[in-house]
């Protein structure tokens, strides 16, 4: 039984588009005593490793992983509780007879799933993250069938929009124009389950992500700006992420890419925008209507270029950037993480990360 005075250390999404993560390091044992700020654990994932600290004083309990174990967002790797103590946790499933081929990366769910449908572990591929997906495939192709072709497990076009407000309009005019996806409707944490939206349903809150898909819809796209709260916008990734969804990079036909640039999954270019040659586009970036990013830019990731903004090349601008409608930054220009640029401004000059430019100023003046 679990205390409810205990707290819970999580595993955090590193990357919104890869939840699963190999726990590479473990710095702590069952009942040692830790600092705030101790590194407990060392997380890597395909993109990149990244430390877990103790956000408080007390006794680690309830450990029940290894360095090498797969994890993923969302699952609790231990507690920290106030006094020493062994805490009795629901034990994950173990390999049968033991058996695990060393390198196997494996997720939870995956592992459960594979143990239940009789799949050995040893017969399972190393050197990939082995998910959910994996298994299911593995599952399929290890069946005999008739000529009869196998119904689809789910929607490979179906597609949800989490946020109903402006933006999410926006984008479900966009998805409609590009004639590909089947949009399953919306979900929106502050509208009532059932409102209409242009012709689509609110399907509910982030409770109904697991049952949507469940039946059927892997995909979605972030209608949530976070214009002034990007935690706000992050916050909906972390959440689609740990439901399992992926994100298409969503471009109206009216924008233009050209070939040599690269895109990151979870973009949206909104029309009539420009994307010019040898620009980079991180992860959840928004271009907006008729926004222009000259070629060798470099646009970090869930930043948000508001419509008529122009950068002139090899502009770069940082993780989590706001850069409002309207604005002009000068060539070789860097924006730092995190700054605010207001509508109208000019920039002659780098922007520290965090920097707050004011709209329709020039900067530096």
């Known amino acids: 039984m679990i205390k409810p005075d205990l707290i819970p250390v999580k595993i955090p999404l590193i990357n919104p588009n890869e939840p699963e993560a190999r726990l590479a390091a473990l710095h702590v044992v069952e009942g040692q005593a830790i600092t705030a700020g101790d590194v407990i654990a060392v997380l890597e994932t395909t993109k990149a490793t990244s430390e877990m600290a103790a956000e408080q004083d007390g006794f680690i309990a309830g450990l029940d992983y290894q360095p090498g174990d797969s994890v993923r967002a969302g699952d609790i790797l231990c507690y920290i509780s106030a006094q020493a103590e062994t805490v009795q946790t629901e034990k994950r499933t173990v390999p049968p007879d033991g058996l695990e081929p060393p390198g196997l990366r494996i997720t939870q769910p995956a592992r459960s799933l594979a143990v239940a449908s009789g799949l050995k572990l040893t017969d399972l591929p190393t050197g990939i993250l082995i998910t959910e997906d994996v298994v299911r495939g593995l599952i399929f192709s290890s069946k ?48 009532p389950v059932g409102k209409w939206i242009m012709g689509l349903p609110v399907l509910g809150g982030v409770e109904k992500l697991k049952e949507l898909y469940q039946q059927g819809t892997h995909l979605a796209v972030n209608a949530v700006g976070g214009i002034g709260d990007l935690q706000s916008r992050w916050r909906v990734f972390q959440r689609l992420a740990e439901a399992g969804y992926t994100f298409p990079a969503i471009v109206h036909p009216s924008a233009t890419i050209e070939q040599s640039a690269s895109i990151a999954p979870g973009i949206q270019v909104m029309p009539h925008a420009y994307v010019g040659s040898e620009v980079n586009l991180g992860f959840g970036v928004i271009i907006n209507s008729a926004a222009i990013i000259s070629h060798d830019c470099l646009v970090g990731d869930y930043a948000n270029i508001s419509p008529g903004a122009i950068l002139a090349g090899g502009v770069q601008v940082g993780a989590g950037c706001l850069i409002g409608m309207g604005v002009t930054i000068n060539l070789q220009v860097k924006i730092g993480d995190g700054a605010r640029i207001g509508n109208g401004a000019t920039i002659k000059s780098d922007v520290p990360d965090g920097g707050v430019i004011r709209a329709g100023t020039i900067w530096p003046d």
């Not at 929009?161 to 124009?177: M, N, P, S, V």
């Open 144 to 191: 005999e069938y008739t000529s009869e072709p196998p119904v689809q497990s789910f929607n490979p076009t179906s597609i949800l929009i989490y946020g109903a407000g402006g933006h999410g309009k926006a984008l479900l005019d966009l998805l409609r124009t590009t004639h590909v996806y089947e949009i399953t409707g919306f979900i929106d944490d502050g509208k």
